[in-house]
């Protein structure tokens, strides 16, 4: 078995203000090793459950947060940007068996997550055919456009609650919640071992988390900065719908992905 593995800092353990996850700030090294531990977990319980072959994605800032270090000789990483638009999902394609999600967090506009954000904290929220589109569900459909399941995550609250609506069988494991700017933490011992628990559970699971890829896309942006609204609503394809938001109509997958690889940056 074949797997891949997409992971992000802010829904990690602990993890709760936005200079936790900048690499220039003395607190954020613990958060990075935090990371660590997290994905090492869910690796070494994907590897006990029959994963041969692990591919681990760094997702978060320059994408080099993970130690390359401590990686098990089955785990391959892919660190830093490749520029491609894939981004936290660069290297995946159909020789796949699953996606699992470590670190993944509640999307921009999100009020039960304090750092909730989708890709930058440049849109106010950004909704796909009219759902709030988090990191969680733009991967996932670009895993779903070459038919690999999705079928674990890990992360704050009400990123768990909106993978499960998405996906029913996914299994989650949740790392804390929020309440307005406060972050309420599960502790380090319970989330390591619901990771391997569940990453267990998961693998077992696979075939009832495949996503089906809607036919058509409405992709919106409402931008926080007017001007950056008006800047990208001359991207092909893109229209302005007022002031602040933007939007595009496409059946293409690929389109959308590429369009927010740019106009959110
Ligand atoms: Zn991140």
């Known amino acids: 078995m074949k797997v891949f593995i997409s992971a992000d800092i802010e829904g990690c353990c602990g993890v709760s203000f936005v200079a936790e996850t900048h690499k220039d700030e003395a607190v954020y090294q613990t958060c990075a090793e935090q990371m660590t531990e997290e994905v090492l977990a869910v690796c070494q319980a994907a590897h006990e459950a029959g994963a041969d072959e692990i591919v681990v ?4 800032g320059d994408a080099s947060n993970i130690d390359p270090l401590k990686m098990p000789a089955y785990v391959t990483l892919i660190r830093g940007k490749s520029g491609h638009p894939y981004n936290m999902m660069f290297g995946l394609d159909s020789s796949f068996d699953a996606v699992l999600y470590v670190g993944y967090h509640a999307a921009a506009g999100n009020p039960e997550f304090v750092i909730s954000h989708t890709s930058t904290g440049n849109s106010q929220y950004i909704r796909l055919n009219g759902a709030y589109m988090s990191e969680f569900l733009l991967n996932s459909y670009t895993a779903a456009s070459m038919g690999v399941p999705v079928v674990f995550l890990s ?3 009400a990123i768990c609650s909106s993978a499960r609506d998405m996906v029913p069988a996914i299994k989650t494991v949740e ?5 307005g ?8 011992e319970q989330v390591l071992k619901e990771l391997g628990e569940q990453t267990k559970a998961a693998l077992k699971n696979v075939s009832a988390c495949q996503l089906m890829l809607p036919e058509i896309f409405e992709y919106e942006v409402a931008y926080k900065d007017w001007k950056k609204a008006y800047q990208m609503s001359f991207y092909p394809g893109m229209e302005s719908v007022d002031t602040f938001t933007n939007r595009m109509q496409t059946k293409n997958w690929l389109d959308v992905v590429t369009a927010h690889s740019f106009v959110v940056y």
């Open 181 to 188: 700017g406060s972050t309420f933490c599960i502790s380090q």
């Open 57 to 60: 994605k760094d997702g978060h």
């Open 175 to 179: 790392t804390k919640y929020g309440i």
């Open 155 to 157: 992360g704050d609250r």
